[in-house]
C-alpha cells in the first residue's frame, strides 16, 4: 500500500483525498495545495544532471560498441591528452641519450622541490619576506629603467634578447 497524505482542501475545510507521495508534483504546482512550487536550488540540480547524463550516455555508448565489437569511440576530453602522451612517445623514441635525459628531469624536479623548501623557509621568518619583497620591487624598478624605460635601450635589450634566442635555437 502506498504512504499517504491527508490535505485539507483550502476553501471547504473538508478533507481531500489521499495524495501518493511517491510520485513527484507537477513542475508548477505543489501537491494538494494550489500554490506554485519553489524553484529548485542553484547548482544543485540545472548543473548535475547534464554531466551526468552526458556520461551515462558515452558509457552506454561504449558499451554497446564493446557489444557489437566495435572499438570504442574515444572521449572527447581525452583526444587532446591521448595525442600529447603520442606526441611525448614519439619524441622520446627519438633521444638518444635517455639515460641524460631522465637524469636531468630527475635533477630539476628535486632542484625545484628544494628550491619550494628554502622559499618557504625564507617566508616563516619574522623580517625577510617583507625584505625581500623590497628587494624584488626595487631591482624590477631598476630592470625597467635600465632596459625598458627609453627607446634606445628598449632596442639594445630586444636586439640582445633575439641574439640570445638565435644562439640556444642554433645549437
Same mark, same amino acid.
Request: with cysteine.
Given at each position: 500500500m502506498a504512504p499517504t497524505t491527508v490535505v485539507a482542501a483550502p476553501a471547504t475545510g473538508a478533507v481531500?483525498?489521499?495524495?501518493?507521495? /511517491? +510520485?513527484?508534483? #507537477?513542475?508548477?504546482?505543489s501537491v494538494g495545495l494550489g500554490l506554485p512550487a519553489l524553484p529548485p536550488l542553484p547548482g544543485l540540480a =540545472?548543473?548535475?544532471? $547534464?554531466?551526468? #547524463?552526458?556520461?551515462?550516455?558515452?558509457?552506454?555508448?561504449?558499451?554497446v560498441a564493446m557489444a557489437a565489437g566495435e572499438p570504442a569511440a574515444p572521449l572527447a576530453d581525452n583526444a587532446e591528452l591521448t595525442e600529447f602522451i603520442n606526441?611525448? +612517445?614519439? &619524441?622520446?623514441?627519438?633521444? &638518444?641519450? +635517455?639515460?641524460?635525459v631522465t637524469t636531468l628531469a630527475v635533477a630539476a624536479t628535486l632542484g625545484m622541490w628544494s628550491a619550494g623548501g628554502v622559499v618557504s623557509a625564507i617566508d616563516r621568518l619574522p623580517v625577510v619576506p617583507g625584505l625581500? &619583497? =623590497?628587494?624584488?620591487? /626595487?631591482?624590477?624598478?631598476?630592470? #625597467?629603467? +635600465?632596459?625598458l624605460l627609453f627607446k $634606445?635601450?628598449?632596442k639594445a635589450f630586444f636586439a640582445k634578447v633575439r641574439?640570445?634566442?638565435?644562439?640556444?635555437?642554433? /645549437?
Open positions: 481531500a483525498s489521499s495524495v501518493d507521495v /511517491g +510520485k513527484a508534483a #507537477a513542475p508548477g504546482r =540545472a548543473h548535475a544532471q $547534464p554531466r551526468v #547524463a552526458s556520461f551515462c550516455k558515452r558509457f552506454a555508448r561504449n558499451v606526441a611525448l +612517445k614519439q &619524441e622520446w623514441d627519438r633521444v &638518444e641519450d +635517455k639515460y641524460a625581500m &619583497e =623590497a628587494v624584488g620591487i /626595487g631591482y624590477s624598478g631598476w630592470f #625597467a629603467y +635600465k632596459n $634606445p635601450d628598449r641574439n640570445i634566442y638565435e644562439d640556444i635555437i642554433s /645549437g
